[in-house]
């Protein structure tokens, strides 16, 4: 372990250990635990049964207490290891019912005779056991895979729109010389600065006079003419030498076999960035379905989520299988496409 | 490598296939129209889309929303709505004690406002010093920076429901967090439901949830700082103290300038992953502005738009203000780059 610190931390060309080595120390290892250890906390909870869940203190491992079926009870009997005062010998038992500290058990294998044991005598026995019906059960039971569907429609048509309107604006903007031009980009730098939280009310309305209401059209309409992705994409094609356009027109091409045959493939690695972004975006987006949606068919996962986690008596185990469900594509596209997304940030300051 | 390019490759050319013929059926329509516009015509052609959808769902939006902090009533649509002027304006501000919400027509209002004031300042502070010191630290000689650079981003890309969720998990009272605190001998904390605690927590989850993507932003300015400035302190034997005093952060301010505003401008429209946390409670303790909006003008029994409309657009100054700032210092930093 510590050789593996070692390898982590080395210097080059440093000997001996300055505070500020045994502070980045501590602040790596700290930020390991402080922002992997929640979501893993999360995944391994998701997999323990509501009996586990309630425990406290909580156990590491989801731990399930063994069950056995017999003879003459209808329900499955919790099993026990009890050990004999007297003999010292362990037995298992199956606890029948319990009266304030003493259990009536009885033996699996002989089910007619009761042994009254103390329940502080007795141990339950248990075995890891990793809970699926968390997982197996909001797919079947509740209308999960419905939000799953709505939100990934939402997801793929939003950022296939978002791609081609904002590639085809920013071509306009970066390859033509037209009256207004100035005067388009203006109006879209200033609404840079016009988040969604400030309109709400007004879009709203214009949703609703739309028929948009209750429809996954209206979660993805406003979002999908974004600023900032017509920006990245500009900057990107203005890289593009405009020879290239006019050695296109000599050969008869028209202006949209350009973009769609000529700049947009070299566009490509600007708009695997955007790609990514939107996904991201309209994945997580939060508030806009929450108003825009108000009837459960059409919800979103994160719509769907929160509004059953806000529900009275929340059962954390479906919640819990459902979080780590809603987390996993954006934590694949962390691990997948990390680069594209830190460079993009670092290069453009965009989220 | 390899093989799993080719393989996207491949699945990206099956995918485009059914686009590549869209696109060149599109084609003849288009060449005709290219005939009678000219090159410029088409660029009216390739703006259009994304226009449209802009003016209709932001800026017509943007223009109405002042007609509808000047109207009342209840209803949705502008033409069913009365008339009023400044009165909603004047609601919001009919206090006779600014700094206490209580004494304030719109409490709510007040409520929130000093909520995310407080937020603000303490939210961007602590953002601001624990990005810094995270980009430092990725910054010194370490082995396998991108690998602890993407344990610092990971949580910025979950959703603000999944982060709310993942924290209410560890802060209920039975949850992972008493349980060390109850292990360490001190007595379990009841997070969401004290007041004081539940705001540090809005506090503590945002900066956790964020922090990796200001921390990222310092870091591009920190490795863009010249080496052979710290070779030459170095060489004159300077501590390392003042070398960060003297060269790391005056280099980092434009940066810095940036994280700074940014995180305000976030920080100011700060909702969702609280909203997940602790619903804007207890009470009212943790509801900031952007909830006070949604509450009153979607969520609450007495929907009242204008009102909504109206605290929006005070926000929304706020907020326009933020960002000319921000336009303003890149640009500054641009020219700056340019010499």
């Known amino acids: 372990m510590s050789r593996a610190f070692e390898f982590l931390l080395r210097r080059r060309g440093g000997t001996g250990l300055h505070w500020t080595d045994v502070f980045t120390y501590f602040w790596l290892v700290g930020g ?35 069950e056995t079926v017999v003879q003459g009870y209808d329900k499955p009997l919790p099993l026990y290891r009890v050990t004999d005062k007297e003999t010292g010998e362990e037995r298992v038992l199956a606890e029948v019912r319990r009266i304030g500290i003493m259990g009536q058990m009885v033996d699996p294998k002989n089910p007619g005779e009761i042994v009254k044991v103390n329940i502080q005598d007795r141990t339950p026995v248990r075995s890891v056991s990793f809970d699926t019906e968390n997982y197996t059960k909001p797919f079947t039971a509740f209308d999960f895979p419905l939000y799953l569907r709505n939100s990934v429609f939402v997801t793929v048509v939003a950022t296939l729109i978002t791609l081609l309107t904002n590639s085809m604006a920013a071509f306009a903007l970066s390859k033509y010389n037209f009256t207004g031009r100035s005067a388009v980009m203006f109006l ?100 806009w379905p929450l108003i825009v949606l108000s009837r459960k068919e059409v919800y979103t996962l994160q719509v769907g989520l929160a509004t059953y986690a806000g529900e009275l008596n929340v059962q954390w185990h479906f919640i819990l299988a459902m979080t780590v469900v809603t987390m996993i594509p954006v ?7 990390q680069r594209f ?5 670092a290069g453009s300051g965009l989220k | ?66 007609a509808y902090s000047m109207t009342g009533g209840g209803a949705l649509f502008l033409s069913d709505r009365t008339y009023v002027g400044a009165e909603q304006y004047q ?47 990725l910054n010194r000689d370490l082995r396998a920076r991108s690998f602890w650079r993407a344990v610092f981003f990971f949580p910025v890309l ?66 863009a700082i010249p080496k052979d400035l710290y070779e030459a302190a170095e060489m004159d034997g300077t501590r390392p103290a003042r070398v960060f005093w003297r060269i790391t952060l005056p280099l980092l301010a434009p940066n810095l300038l940036v994280v700074l505003v940014l995180t305000l401008i976030r920080s100011v429209q700060i909702f969702d992953e609280v ?56 640009r500054r930093n641009e020219t700056k780059d340019k010499r």
Request: glycine share 6%; hydrophobic share 60%; net charge neutral.
């Open chain 1, 32 to 66: 390991f635990v402080l922002m992997l250890g929640p979501a893993l906390w999360l995944v391994n909870s998701s997999f323990k049964t509501p009996a586990a869940l309630a425990e406290f203190p909580p156990s590491i491992l989801p731990y399930v207490t063994a």
């Open chain 1, 188 to 287: 879209i730098v200033a609404t840079l600065m016009v988040p969604l939280s400030v309109i709400l009310v007004p879009l709203y309305s214009v949703i609703s006079a739309m028929g948009l209401f209750n429809s996954l059209w209206g979660v993805i309409l406003p979002t999908v003419a974004t600023p900032t992705g017509v920006f990245m994409l500009r900057q990107y094609m203005l890289t593009i030498p405009d020879e290239l356009l006019d050695a296109a027109r000599m050969d008869k091409a028209s202006e949209w076999q350009i973009y769609w045959r000529i700049v947009l493939p070299l566009t490509a690695p600007a708009l695997a960035v955007l790609a990514i972004f939107s996904v991201v975006w309209r994945w997580n987006d939060f508030l």
């Open chain 1, 331 to 337: 934590v694949l596209v962390f691990v997948f496409l």
């Open chain 1, 341 to 345: 997304i830190t460079t993009g940030i």
């Open chain 2, 1 to 66: 490598m390899a093989g799993t390019s080719s393989l996207a490759s491949a699945v990206g050319t099956a995918l485009a296939v059914p686009f590549s013929w869209l696109a060149r059926i599109i084609d003849v329509p288009l060449r005709a129209w290219q005939r009678l516009t000219g090159y410029n015509g088409m660029a009216v052609f390739f703006l259009a889309p994304n226009m449209l959808i802009f003016g209709i769902f932001v800026l017509f939006p943007l223009v109405i929303n002042f």
């Open chain 2, 91 to 137: 609601r919001l501000f009919d206090c006779s004690n600014y700094l206490d919400p209580r004494s304030c027509t719109e409490d709510m209002f007040w409520t929130a406002v000093r909520n995310t004031t407080i937020f603000v300042v303490l939210q961007v502070a602590l953002m601001i010093g624990v990005a810094l010191i995270t980009a430092l630290v």
């Open chain 2, 158 to 223: 979950l959703s603000p429901v999944v982060v709310g969720l993942i924290w209410r998990w560890i802060l209920q009272r039975q949850g992972l967090l008493n349980y060390m605190i109850f292990e360490l001998g001190f007595d379990p904390v009841n997070w969401l439901v004290e007041r004081n605690w539940a705001f540090a927590a809005a506090i503590g989850v945002s900066v956790w949830a964020h922090v990796g993507f200001y921390a990222l932003i310092l870091l591009a300015g920190l490795q």
């Open chain 2, 275 to 330: 909203y997940v946390l602790t619903g804007g409670g207890p009470g009212t303790s943790t509801l900031f502005l952007t909830q006070y909006i949604y509450e009153i003008g979607f969520a609450s029994l007495l929907r009242n738009p204008g009102l909504a409309a109206a605290a929006s657009i005070l926000m929304g100054t706020v907020l326009v203000v933020l960002t000319l700032l921000q336009l303003g210092l890149a």
